[in-house]
């Protein structure tokens, strides 16, 4: 099992940016794959971004493609959501999750992971 703990969470204007940090621990970071979601007051947890072991792979939700970026890096074992344009429906608390694999695979779906963190909330006003 890793663990994991989210940083970076705030509020900020729409339109404005954040960069979302999850740092793990207890595990081989790079045969993890890894993944934010996001969970809105009185909505089902969402994906959002996934990347793949390398960090060669990433996939996103339609909503924030071209507004967020997922990034890894292996020697700090830390993945990164640097999300820029926010706007008021991005408000939720985010969450970082992860899982080992053998293979490069990315998955949209929160029962592909289970490793997860405490989440971080971000909240973009109007």
């Known amino acids: 099992q890793v663990q994991l703990v989210e940083s970076g969470g705030g509020l900020v204007q729409a339109g404005g940016s954040l960069r979302l940090s999850c740092v793990a621990s207890?595990?081989?970071?790079?045969?993890?794959?890894m993944a934010w979601f996001r969970q809105a007051p009185g909505k089902d947890r969402e994906f959002v971004a996934a990347i793949s072991r390398s960090g060669a792979t990433t996939d996103y939700v339609d909503s924030v493609k071209g507004r967020f970026t997922i990034s890894r890096d292996n020697a700090k074992n830390t993945v990164f959501l640097q999300m820029n344009s926010l706007k008021p429906e991005d408000t939720a608390v985010y969450y970082c999750?992860?899982?080992?694999?053998?293979?490069?695979?990315?998955?949209?779906?929160?029962?592909?992971?289970?490793?997860w963190g405490q989440g971080t909330q971000v909240t973009v006003s109007s």
């Open positions: 207890g595990g081989t970071f790079s045969i993890y794959r």
């Open positions: 999750a992860a899982r080992i694999t053998p293979y490069e695979g990315i998955y949209r779906t929160s029962n592909q992971y289970n490793n």
